[in-house]
């Protein structure tokens, strides 16, 4: 059936999600306890047509709810033993958003912004009492966004005049594609963003970490966003199944156009290639999938597999 509110969201590229995680414990665990961010978000532009989740072995309990941030998250209790486990999320969604042009955004300052949020201007901000704690909630340090000297060192140029918030934005994105360089596997998720200045290398969590941390610093809402982008192989090379990732970037609160989401990594901004998980402070607020486990042997690392790809493609995950 066809809701009214369904007739009005404008069709979009339509995708087929799945993502899988596996433990191989060395020893049999007695018990195992998580928690999920692995459902996508249903929005305007981003319309969630069906989704599932399953853990193998099967739960003894498990309850899914909305956090705080508006994210799906689902627990779960697996208390029979295993030495493997297995959690799936499958989803297919429609996507339909469409990557704003420059011209098209709000010439809005970002100190006008900073100084909006400050002093709890509704109208400059475009938003209501409870949109202003979100704003201000999104201007704090958080567990892995710190308020350091290198920090702001590396953000000054880009908000050296008071320019449009826009531009801002855009030139942070440029920079971190320019001046940092993407390597799989050289920082985790503990790495500050000193650590990441002087090493010059990281993923696309340590990319959007520093440049919330950049607009946090002058005073301006950026939150994380988790999720997913598609994959294009080259040229005459066939995708490699299971080979996608989870991918991480920026949302900045932008007066007149509301959440600006924005990739440093790939240096532009989002459209229907992405896939949204949910949004937080950092990383803490929406990791895929954390948890604890009870045995006698040690833990083991995650196998991450992740296939986003057109509806009705070959059969994946």
């Known amino acids: 059936m066809t809701t009214t509110d369904d007739a009005a969201r404008p069709a979009g590229r339509a995708y087929d999600l799945v993502h899988r995680t596996t433990y191989e414990y060395p020893a049999p665990v007695t018990d195992s306890y998580g928690r999920t961010t692995m459902t996508p978000r249903d929005l305007p532009d981003q319309r969630l047509v069906t989704t599932s989740l399953t853990v193998d072995p099967v739960p003894a309990d498990t309850q899914t709810h909305v956090d705080w941030f508006g994210s799906t998250t689902t627990y779960f209790g ?79 140029p880009s908000f050296a005049e008071d320019r449009p918030l826009a531009d801002v934005v855009l030139d942070l994105l440029h920079r971190v594609r320019t001046e940092l360089t993407y390597r799989s596997g050289s920082t985790t998720v503990h790495t500050t963003q000193a650590q990441l200045l002087a090493q010059g290398t990281g993923v696309c969590q340590d990319f959007a970490h520093l440049v919330i941390a950049a607009l946090r610093l002058h005073g301006v809402p950026a939150r994380y966003a988790s999720g997913y982008i598609e994959t294009r192989p080259r040229p005459g090379r066939a995708k490699l199944r299971g080979a996608d990732a989870s991918h991480a970037w920026v949302s900045v609160w932008l007066p007149g156009h509301g959440w600006l989401e924005a990739d440093p990594t790939n240096d532009q901004l989002v459209d229907d290639r992405y896939v949204v998980l949910g949004w937080g402070r950092d990383y803490h607020d929406v990791p895929p999938l954390r948890g604890v486990i009870f045995t006698e042997g040690g833990g083991a690392s995650p196998r991450v597999e992740v296939d986003l790809v057109p509806a009705g493609s070959d059969p994946f995950l």
């Not at 409870?130 to 999104?138: T, Y």
């Open 78 to 156: 697996v208390t029979a033993p295993h030495t493997r486990l297995v959690v799936t999320s499958r989803s297919t969604l429609e996507v339909s958003r469409v990557a704003p042009a420059r011209a098209d955004l709000p010439d809005v300052r970002w100190r006008g912004v900073a100084r909006a949020v400050a002093a709890g201007d509704l109208g400059t901000l475009h938003t209501d009492a409870s949109g202003l704690v979100a704003l201000r909630e999104a201007v704090l340090p958080s567990v892995h966004v710190t308020f350091v000297d290198e920090m702001r060192a590396w953000a000054a």
